[in-house]
Nanobody
Framework: QVELVESGGGSVQAGGSLKLSCVAS????????MAWFRQAPGLERELVSS????????????HYIDSVKGRFTISRDKAKNTLYLQMNTLKHEDTAVYFC??????????????????WGQGTQVTVSS
């Protein structure tokens, strides 16, 4: 069974930094890969950053939403099968519960598609203004 366990959340003042970790057990990283989502109170869960394999040489394709570009960095430790999200220059608007997610490939008529099937329990990030 795939299990994702996040850690590293906490409270920090604006301008500070946090590093989130997600240990993925029983998951084989693939072309769909993994991602960090977040959900603020009363809002829908949104994708923050994603990372997936690109070829056979351990290259990665990464994506960031505009609001975190230049401040957040997603990375993966292959040996530990651990996903990280380094968050710098945190803003009050970054306050949310952050979730680690892992995707599986779903097959449709148009071709394969990535589906985030597995989720962690979430870790709270609170940024004081």
């Amino acid at each position: 069974q795939v299990e994702l366990v996040e850690s590293g959340g906490g409270s920090v003042q604006a301008g500070g930094s946090l590093k989130l970790s997600c240990v993925a057990s029983g998951y084989d990283f693939n072309s769909c890969g993994m991602a960090w989502f977040r959900q603020a109170p009363g809002l829908e869960r949104e994708l923050v950053s994603s990372i997936a394999t690109n070829g056979l040489n351990d290259d990665y394709i990464t994506h960031y939403i505009d609001s975190v570009k230049g401040r957040f960095t997603i990375s993966r430790d292959k040996a530990k099968n651990t996903l990280y999200l380094q968050m710098n220059t945190l803003k009050h608007e970054d306050t949310a519960v952050y979730f680690c997610a892992a995707a599986r490939i779903g097959y449709y008529a148009a071709g394969p598609s990535c589906e985030y099937k597995y989720w962690g329990q979430g870790t709270q990030v609170t940024v004081s203004s």
